[in-house]
């Protein structure tokens, strides 16, 4: 947005102006009082006009759509951390979000028209396959380059702990002369609290599936598995990596051939991606002192193009790992 002075941003009665401390407003989208009301920067004022959303972030107290996700990393960020310096992660975690869904319905689109496409769609699938882990891995990175920026900015009330830099990205973070750190290897390291250092521990079992994944397909010519077309969706054989760890599928998705639904799956990673990011978040308010919000009264929605078919999909993953339809609890890496 461009520099706008605080006494024009007072038009807008969302803001508490007086605690922004330098932070960069993230939407001049709102919804209250059952409207949309948008304002956009003209020179160095600001007008009002008529607008609602497409593909956009906006304030509010409740979503205007049931399908419009609140995310609380998404929230908290834009609410209490959204410094200058951490503009740019910032954007790009919000840009990697909507593309996750775009990349679904992608996926989604190809087993629609399948038929028009003919031979060679399971080497589309397989394409896209890989950009969407490429994106979770760009989220854990984009994540903890706000991580450790936001880092650089406190002081520890125990002066016994020597509070060190942390490392640019989450691999560098979690692993250790190539191996995986522990808890208290990263207390010990980085100067980390504990509770920190826990969420990194918590999320690196599956951060580094996803990257060996990544890294697999990427730097060292591996393939992913063939992809298999039915009526009812694609599918993949449950025994190949890196689907092989995953125990989400109900009895009666399996089929013959140890050949089990591949969207199940995508949606599982995706919802583990975005757990690692609400853990952050979590952890991240306890250990610093944040301002207080920008929009205090409101939260911050995601609206985009796919977010039907996004939020259908986190909530499948979400009935997956809790109460699936078998009576167990379901186990992912």
Not at 288 to 309: C, K, T, V, W
Request: hydrophobic share 45%.
């Amino acid at each position: 947005m461009a520099d706008i002075e605080l006494t024009k941003l007072s038009a807008i009665p969302y803001f508490d102006l007086f605690n922004l401390q330098g932070r960069f407003i993230s939407t001049l989208m709102f919804h209250g009082d059952g409207k949309w009301r948008m304002w956009v920067p003209a020179g160095d004022q600001l007008i009002e006009i008529n607008a609602q959303p497409a593909e956009m972030f906006y304030f509010s107290v409740e979503p205007e759509l049931p399908t419009d996700l609140y995310l609380h990393f998404l929230d908290f960020i834009a609410q209490r951390a959204s410094f200058p310096d951490l503009q740019k992660p910032i954007l790009g975690l919000r840009d990697d979000v909507f593309n996750l869904s775009a990349s679904l319905a992608k996926i989604s689109h190809l087993h629609i028209a399948r038929d028009a496409i003919g031979t060679g769609i399971s080497r589309m699938v397989v394409t896209e396959i890989e950009y969407l882990f490429s994106l979770c891995r760009s989220i854990f990175d984009l994540l903890q380059e706000i991580a450790s920026v936001l880092w650089e900015t406190i002081f520890l009330h125990d002066a016994t702990i020597l509070k060190k830099p942390l490392k640019d990205t989450f691999s560098a973070m979690v692993l250790f002369k190539g191996k995986e750190s522990t808890q208290e290897e990263l207390s010990e390291r980085f100067g980390l609290p504990p509770s920190l250092a826990a969420y990194y521990k918590r999320n690196s079992a599956f951060f580094l599936t996803l990257r060996d994944f990544r890294d697999n397909i990427v730097h060292r010519g591996s393939q992913v598995q063939t992809i298999f077309s039915s009526d009812a969706g694609f599918l993949i054989q449950h025994s190949l990596k890196p689907f092989s760890n995953m125990e989400i599928w109900r009895d009666d998705e399996k089929q013959q051939n140890d050949l089990v639904p591949l969207f199940p799956a995508l949606g599982i990673v995706i919802h583990k991606t975005l757990s690692a990011c609400e853990d952050f978040s979590a952890t991240i308010e306890r250990v610093i002192q944040f301002p207080p919000p920008i929009a205090p009264s409101m939260r911050f929605f995601m609206r985009g193009y796919f977010n039907e078919l996004f939020s259908a999909t986190l909530c499948d993953a979400t009935n997956r790992l809790t109460n699936d339809l078998n009576g167990t609890v379901q186990k992912v890496r």
